[in-house]
């Protein structure tokens, strides 16, 4: 086994070094050490042995530092990277109250995002748009894009840490994201919700704390209001942990924001975000917000066969644009959030 740091040393000594050496990586902060690189000892060694020898090890390690990647193990199919995953002690998750398209490969394991290869992912942490959401999630290159199609990634703690604190302090209050179901302009609930039961749907926005309304053409609105920053339940670090820069309408093309809310008003915009008194987020905070996560982003090029594991709470992820073929595996678990709070 190689590993870009000293394997040898529990996970709670691990000290990284400012000039850690990743030259894999095409883009990273200084000083950050994710993700930590974990390589076979040789080609064809399984990606079974790394769970076998590697598990608590490489377990600590995202706990610690947020990600691992692992690279040059055999993955032959989809199931061995769907028992990989499922191998660190939490059943795999279904993908519900989804915000973007993903088709199910197997169980617990999903395409990543379905937008056009030409479109930009920005950095986001899983599901922070709810008040549920994975603690861990796993990526699977099954084919690496010709150019492009990185997996970009960051540090939840060191966002918060460089965000201004007027920001930071504003956020801390919480979010209302609103979101109208039409299947002309976005996910339509059917596929957000798995069914087409408005039963089924009801339970789920009660249970989750969502409220909703049906619309007259049968579609569908839901309110919540959620976390803009989070504390880490095992750390008890401050993380930066919403997705306000992806449902703000400074989100869209300049042409494709106007023309929606001419067509549609900016009350039924397909998404949006609030603050939690009601009040606009100004264009301006999000271009603030969006130039620290680029301040922060770590870029390395997917290889075929890579598994790149992260705490979803500590490591946010991207994706960028891409020309070819490209496949990308996604699997979750361990579910937390904060609905007992009230």
């Not at 199609?149 to 960051?154: L, R, S």
């Not at 009350?267 to 905070?285: E, H, K, Q, W």
């Not at 997917?302 to 891409?322: C, E, I, K, S």
Request: charged content about 20%; some cysteine; overall charge negative.
């Amino acid at each position: 086994m190689h590993t870009d740091i000293a394997s040898t040393l529990p996970a709670q000594a691990i000290e990284f070094p400012a000039d850690l050496p990743t030259p894999w990586r095409s883009k990273a902060p200084p000083s950050s050490a994710l993700p930590v690189l974990l390589q076979a000892d040789g080609p064809g060694q399984p990606l079974e042995q790394a769970l076998q020898r590697q598990r608590d090890w490489i377990d600590a390690t995202v706990q610690q530092v947020g990600g691992v990647l692992l690279r040059g193990y055999a993955v032959p199919e989809v199931a061995a990277f769907r028992a990989f995953a499922a191998g660190f002690g939490h059943a795999l998750l279904s993908y519900e109250f989804a915000s973007t398209p993903r088709s199910n490969v197997s169980s617990g394991v999903y395409t990543s995002t379905e937008y056009p290869a030409h479109q930009h992912i920005p950095l986001h942490n899983e599901q922070a748009y709810t008040r549920e959401w994975p603690m861990k999630i796993w990526f699977h290159c099954v084919t690496a894009a010709q150019a492009g199609g990185e997996t970009p990634i960051a540090d939840s703690r060191a966002i918060y840490r460089r965000m201004p604190a007027a920001i930071r302090e504003r956020f801390a209050a919480g979010l209302v994201y609103v979101r109208n179901y039409d299947s002309d302009f976005d996910v339509p609930w059917q596929q957000v919700f798995n069914t087409d039961d408005r039963a089924q749907v009801e339970a789920f926005c009660r249970r989750a704390g969502v409220q909703w309304e049906w619309k007259p053409d049968g579609s569908m609105r839901t309110i919540q209001r959620c976390q803009g920053v989070e504390r880490h339940p095992r750390s008890g670090e401050m993380v930066w942990f919403n997705q306000a820069h992806l449902f703000h309408p400074s989100n869209l093309q300049a042409d494709v924001r106007e023309s929606l809310e001419d067509m549609l008003g900016a009350d039924n915009l397909p998404r949006t975000v609030l603050f939690a008194d009601g009040s606009p987020i100004p264009d301006s905070m999000l271009d603030e917000v969006r130039a620290v996560l680029d301040q922060e982003t770590v870029i390395f090029p997917w290889q075929a066969g890579d598994v790149l594991m992260l705490d979803n709470m500590l490591a946010a992820h991207a994706r960028t644009p891409f020309e070819g073929a490209r496949k990308v595996v996604v699997a979750m678990a361990e579910s937390h959030g904060n609905l007992h709070q009230g």
